[in-house]
């Protein structure tokens, strides 16, 4: 008899979820500007679809949505559809996206690391960054369309990591293009702070239930969270701004 290992099973268990459901249900709220596309565009969409190699693209192999704030804004809230891949073990990296349907907008990125990696971050670098304890265990972040055995081992790994995130592109203003500077955000850290009409919609149209993947979850161990992540909640805000200053001058010699 075949045996499998429960990476194996996990593998396997995802790739089938992937194949089943979890995605184009979410449409981008945004509407940009500009003419609709030739057919000659449309053309050498195509083409390149079927010729060019897009190996960076192909990694992109995990789905997680969530939702995120502004740091220093907890009013500004939003859901966020990560497609990941990971590095290694212990670093991973995730476009993020305002919807999961073909006309999805890229609104950012994170880098997401291990408690590991993270104790070896400068302070300041810390302020940056943010934990997942609560966002695992509420049951907020999921894994659309794998298995819940799958999702739930997937939680495991995630509950002690540490995102640092930025959003490019703020398409919950309602903004046709992305303009302004990017924006540090954070994650959720206890009950009472997200909007729950927002989660209660996510649930609707992943047909989930939050609650039930928070006592799914009560199971996994919670972590300490390491101190200098969520510096937001002891007043250390940190915000990207624009400066308009002339830069030193620079000598020839």
Same mark, same amino acid.
């Given at each position: 008899?075949?045996?499998?290992?429960?990476?194996?099973?996990?593998?396997?268990?995802?790739?089938?979820?992937?194949?089943? #459901?979890?995605?184009?249900?979410?449409?981008?709220?945004?509407?940009?500007?500009?003419?609709?596309?030739?057919?000659?565009?449309?053309?050498?969409?195509?083409?390149?679809?079927?010729?060019?190699?897009?190996?960076?693209?192909?990694?992109?192999?995990?789905?997680?949505?969530?939702? /995120?704030?502004?740091?220093? /804004?907890?009013?500004?809230?939003?859901? !966020?559809?990560?497609?990941?891949?990971?590095? $290694?073990?212990?670093?991973?990296? #995730?476009?993020?996206?305002?919807? $999961?349907?073909?006309?999805? &907008?890229?609104?950012?990125?994170?880098?997401?690391?291990?408690?590991?990696?993270?104790?070896?971050?400068?302070?300041?670098?810390?302020?940056?960054?943010?934990?997942?304890?609560?966002?695992? &265990?509420?049951?907020?972040?999921?894994?659309?369309?794998?298995?819940?055995?799958?999702?739930?081992?997937?939680?495991?790994?995630?509950?002690?990591?540490?995102?640092?995130?930025? /959003?490019?592109?703020?398409?919950?203003?309602?903004?046709? *293009?992305?303009?302004?500077?990017?924006?540090?955000?954070?994650?959720?850290?206890?009950?009472?702070?997200?909007?729950?009409?927002?989660?209660?919609?996510?649930? &609707?149209?992943?047909?989930?239930?939050? !609650?039930?993947?928070?006592?799914?979850?009560?199971?996994?161990?919670?972590?300490?969270? *390491?101190?200098?992540?969520?510096?937001?909640?002891?007043?250390?805000?940190?915000? *990207?701004?624009?400066?308009?200053?002339?830069?030193?001058?620079?000598?020839? &010699?």
């Amino acid at each position: 008899m075949t045996s499998f290992s429960s990476q194996s099973i996990f593998i396997a268990l995802t790739l089938l979820g992937m194949l089943s #459901c979890g995605g184009k249900n979410t449409s981008s709220n945004v509407q940009s500007p500009g003419s609709e596309k030739t057919a000659k565009t449309k053309t050498l969409e195509a083409g390149a679809d079927v010729l060019q190699n897009k190996a960076p693209l192909n990694k992109l192999n995990m789905y997680l949505d969530g939702f /995120h704030f502004y740091n220093g /804004h907890m009013d500004g809230q939003m859901e !966020a559809h990560h497609y990941c891949s990971d590095i $290694n073990e212990d670093l991973t990296q #995730c476009i993020i996206y305002d919807g $999961n349907g073909a006309n999805a &907008k890229i609104m950012g990125i994170e880098y997401i690391v291990s408690e590991k990696l993270f104790k070896t971050l400068p302070a300041e670098e810390k302020k940056l960054w943010h934990s997942h304890v609560h966002e695992v &265990k509420s049951g907020q972040l999921i894994a659309p369309g794998i298995p819940q055995v799958a999702e739930h081992e997937l939680m495991e790994k995630l509950v002690s990591t540490y995102g640092k995130t930025f /959003h490019t592109w703020h398409t919950d203003r309602e903004l046709t *293009l992305p303009v302004g500077h990017p924006m540090i955000m954070m994650g959720f850290t206890k009950d009472g702070q997200i909007d729950t009409s927002m989660v209660a919609d996510r649930d &609707k149209r992943f047909d989930v239930s939050t !609650a039930k993947n928070r006592e799914n979850r009560a199971d996994i161990p919670a972590p300490t969270i *390491l101190p200098g992540a969520n510096a937001w909640q002891q007043g250390e805000v940190r915000q *990207l701004q624009v400066v308009n200053e002339a830069g030193p001058a620079h000598t020839h &010699k």
